[in-house]
């Protein structure tokens, strides 16, 4: 128990530039998502989350409608998933997942990012392994051996749930995702999660400090402000 976890949720957008980053992030993977596994939410569960959680980012709903019609056309861009790795200031581990129409672009932009904060990109598989790749679910509520209990009838390969502040946080492999949703969506009528999605959950935590700070914040900063990268993972922890 006890293990360190941050949603890394786009914070909010304080300029239009910015939200038009978010909306386009987003209509970008509702996009690819639903080309993937079907424009119906009720038929594609990653889909069905994820408009859940741009709604609650409060993307507009024309923004999701737009890139929907865009999945059922069956035309238009051809993107796919590129994630790279590497260490950035005060060797902290980095994630950085992309959706592209132009790797060759796309590597480019991020190798920049890493170049002008004095970090380094390295090749797959650098730091990924020091990550857990999981299915986590928020939501309130307290017993967490009745929940667990359900995941387990529900033969869910757990790996661990926290309860702090009325919030039980639930961790599966992110392979269990689609079997723990519908168990605890049965299971408990109406439940709202404050976060359902998949991660990378750093096992250790490396505290920064100093200059390092400012320069990650920067990097953090140009990489979110890339239109290819739509999350990046990392296991920094600053310190005051």
């Known amino acids: 128990m006890g293990r360190a976890f941050q949603n890394r949720k786009e914070s909010m957008a304080k300029t239009s530039d910015a939200k038009a980053k978010v909306y386009s992030k987003y209509g970008r993977e509702i996009y690819v998502c639903a080309k993937q596994g079907g424009v119906e939410p009720a038929g594609n569960l990653a ?18 409608e737009k890139a929907l019609d865009k999945a059922k056309g069956g035309a238009g861009e051809d993107f796919s998933p590129a994630r790279y790795e590497g260490f950035g200031p005060g060797n902290v581990m980095v994630i950085v997942d992309c959706l592209t129409d132009n790797p060759n672009r796309t590597i480019g ?15 797959s598989g650098t730091v990924s392994h020091m990550f857990d ?9 307290e017993d967490e051996e009745a929940v ?15 309860t702090e502040d009325g919030k039980i946080t639930v961790f599966a492999p992110n392979t269990e995702y689609a079997k723990a949703r519908n168990a605890l969506t049965e299971a408990y009528e109406g439940l709202d999660f404050e976060v359902d999605e998949i991660q990378f959950v750093p096992q ?12 990650f914040e920067k990097l953090l900063d140009m990489l979110n402000d890339a239109d290819d990268v ?11």
């Open 47 to 64: 889909l069905r989350s994820l408009i859940d959680r741009a709604k609650k980012d409060q993307v507009p709903s024309h923004v999701i």
């Open 109 to 123: 932009d991020v190798r920049t990012c890493f170049n002008k904060t004095k970090s380094k990109l390295g090749t």
């Open 133 to 141: 790749h999981s299915a986590i679910f928020v939501f309130a509520g």
């Open 148 to 162: 667990l209990e359900v995941l387990m009838m529900a033969e869910v390969d757990v790996t661990d749930i926290e």
């Open 204 to 215: 250790t935590i490396t505290e920064i400090s100093g200059d390092d700070v400012e320069m």
């Open 230 to 240: 739509q999350r990046v993972y990392h296991n920094a922890e600053i310190q005051g």
